[in-house]
């Protein structure tokens, strides 16, 4: 069933729970590091829409998933805003000119979409066409508050005492920053659409470092307004916040299509919780894909069930997988997922 992923998203009834995997196209799989080998670089692979359509269709001659997502990166907005993007093995992303005065934040430009990061929409040109309608393609952006935290950061961060120093202390610069950011993730996500992509998610990687007041004001109340400009669009939204378990109701208010789960989550609860109003996914610990075949299969029964009978369940890991995964173990995943699942799809759901 070539549809079962945005069937599943709008819970519609599927013969089989519907199965992908954040960062599927990566690390773990030894053809990923041979593309990337032959780019020379990780930026230099992102912005090449010959060798993205490849490494996103690398995951899918592997396994029987149910969607594919365009292999990109959420800070390619703060790149093409200017910031000196690098990736440095062990450290991850660095800006060389991160944002450190009101004066650097108004001077900020909203990116074309086409013209500055055009080589997005032509992976994903390539990449629909590639999948010829095997499965549908995920487009995907950083949420407003994940990108302003690496942009003013400079990197990734324990503490982020500078993103959260500008939020209490200076809340004009912040939510001008915010607001050029929401501009530019709407146009980025439109454009898209407008390419060929088939689903949004939009990941809220540091949303969940906040306290439950300033995570509505400063991160979920911008990325429910990208949500709400892209409805026009009638594609299913995801809506991901990394530690956002203690506000799945408030995410799921914002007609987001489905909520993304990280491990700490019962899925059982947000199901009872929210499952009446979205789709949920998630949300295996990708931790456990460290261990053998068995306990992968044993693990995604757990939540298999735990999320129990009927449809608006899409199965993926709490976060990215890593890049020590054995193959065989997310081989062992879908496997499972896939024949496991069946017993809760039809009459009874």
Request: net charge neutral.
């Amino acid at each position: 069933m070539k549809d079962r992923f945005l069937r599943a998203l709008n819970r519609q009834p599927v013969d089989k729970t519907p199965i992908w995997i954040m960062r599927q196209a990566g690390r773990y799989l030894p053809e990923y590091r041979a593309t990337r080998e032959k780019a020379g670089d990780f930026l230099t692979l992102c912005k090449n829409p010959e060798l993205c359509c490849e490494v996103t269709m690398q995951p899918l001659q592997r396994f029987d998933l149910d969607a594919a997502i365009i292999f990109s990166d959420i800070l390619t907005i703060p790149d093409a805003m200017g910031l000196g993007l690098s990736l440095q093995e062990k450290i991850g992303p660095v800006f060389s000119r991160p944002l450190k005065s009101f004066n650097e934040i108004k001077a900020l430009s909203i990116p074309d979409p086409e013209k500055d990061l055009g080589y997005v929409m032509e992976a994903i040109r390539l990449s629909k066409k590639a999948l010829n309608d095997k499965v549908p393609l995920i487009g995907f952006a950083g949420s407003p508050w994940t990108l302003a935290a690496y942009m003013v950061e400079g990197a990734g961060s324990r503490d982020f005492a500078k993103i959260k120093k500008l939020a209490y202390s200076n809340q004009e610069a912040m939510h001008l920053l915010l607001s050029k950011l929401t501009e530019s993730v709407t146009l980025y996500l439109e454009a898209q659409i407008s390419a060929g992509a088939d689903a949004i998610m939009i990941f809220d990687s540091w949303g969940g470092i906040l306290s439950t007041d300033a995570y509505e004001i400063f991160s979920l109340h911008y990325m429910r307004t990208i949500v709400q400009k892209l409805t026009k669009y009638k594609i299913p939204t995801i809506l991901f916040t990394k530690g956002g378990g203690l506000w799945l109701e408030s995410i799921g208010e914002t007609q987001c299509t489905a909520v993304g789960l990280d491990w700490t989550t019962d899925i059982s609860i947000a199901k009872n919780l929210i499952g009446g109003k979205v789709a949920l996914q998630g949300n295996l610990d990708p931790a456990i894909m460290l261990t053998t075949p068995e306990i992968v299969a044993e693990e995604a029964k757990k939540i298999l069930d735990k999320f129990g009978f009927g449809s608006g369940h899409i199965f993926n890991l709490g976060h990215g997988i890593t890049p020590e995964v054995p193959p065989e173990n997310v081989e062992a995943l879908v496997s499972t997922v896939h024949t496991y699942s069946q017993k809760f799809h039809g009459q009874e759901s």
